[in-house]
């Protein structure tokens, strides 16, 4: 449970602190903060299970952050 915890925290965090940056980039922001969270997840805490096998734990779990990140950022652009 404590994995857990510290991905939403993370993914929260990280997604909070990508809105307040500017975006040089040509995409709009809610499309790409969602997938650099993701990626900088993988990168720092890992997957939920230890094997290289892609179950659909996996997937459940990366639409999870997806949909958090995504809901992290509507909240904070649409005050």
Known sequence: MDKYIRVIIFVWLTTVLLT???NKSNLPAE????????ILTKYFIGDL??????TYINLLYWSAILIISYGTLYIFTNR
């Open 20 to 22: 307040y940056s500017e």
């Open 31 to 38: 499309y790409i903060i969602p997938f650099i969270v993701v």
């Open 49 to 54: 299970e230890n094997n290289i096998n892609i």
